[in-house]
């Protein structure tokens, strides 16, 4: 199994959707989890952590279920500017500051 | 502020060159890290700096050699490369990445190198 894998997409979807990318990775003590953005030849940016209790940024929802390993992104009402491959990010054990990016799962929003 | 910021934005270079990436940040964070990005694949670390001490080099071959001058201050020099080394570099900083928030890494907007 691989530490963290994700949606192979890609994802088109009309202005307006709501959709949700998945994640599982493996290590069961892991204890830090993101979803980064990157857009097309730019570096990745945080667009958030996720945590037990779930949490939220506006259009943006993020979850984390332990004891499925499982971690999730949802975005409604989606814009053109979501467009971009999202990032699943999970840190590695017993390797200070070391991250593991999932392959990516491209999202591109049609008018 | 969470500018990391790297210089050049592109390079070229032949087989035999010397050259070597920048990469700055001024948030006062401790851990330090480059990656290599090809085209469609995510990021893969190639060192870790932690207190300015290299913590993690992921097999790297030698042609690719860190160094940290400073807390704010990464370098990466390049010697001899091969074509296949043409990629995005990425450097990124983090708080001290040790946990939660800690961990959180801050991009630079990457060298983009090509290897002729």
């Known amino acids: 199994r691989k530490e963290v894998e994700q949606d192979p997409g890609p994802f088109n979807v009309p202005e307006g959707a709501t959709v949700a990318f998945n994640c599982t990775y493996s290590n069961s003590a892991s204890q830090s989890f993101f979803w980064y953005r990157q857009d097309c030849r730019k570096e990745p940016k945080l667009l958030m952590s996720v945590y037990s209790s779930g949490n939220e940024d506006g259009r943006f929802t993020a979850q984390l279920n332990r004891a499925s390993q499982y971690i999730s992104l949802l975005i409604r009402d989606s814009k053109l500017s979501d467009s971009a491959t999202y990032l699943c990010v999970v840190n590695r054990l017993g390797s200070q500051g070391n991250l593991i990016f999932g392959k990516g799962t491209k999202l591109s929003v049609k008018p | ?116």
């Open chain 2, 1 to 116: 502020d969470t500018e990391v910021t790297q210089t050049p934005k592109h390079l070229v270079m032949g087989m035999t060159n010397k050259k070597s990436l920048k990469c700055e940040q001024h948030m006062g964070h401790r851990a330090m890290y480059w990656y290599k990005q090809k085209a469609k694949k995510p990021p893969e670390l190639m060192f870790v700096y932690s207190y300015e001490k290299l913590s993690i080099n992921e097999s790297v071959p030698s042609r690719f050699s860190p160094e940290c001058p400073n807390s704010s201050l990464l370098n990466l020099h390049l010697h001899a490369l091969q074509p296949e080394d043409s990629a995005l570099y990425l450097c990124a900083s983090s708080h001290d990445g040790t946990s939660g928030t800690k961990n959180i890494q801050y991009f630079g907007a990457g060298t983009r190198l090509s290897v002729l």
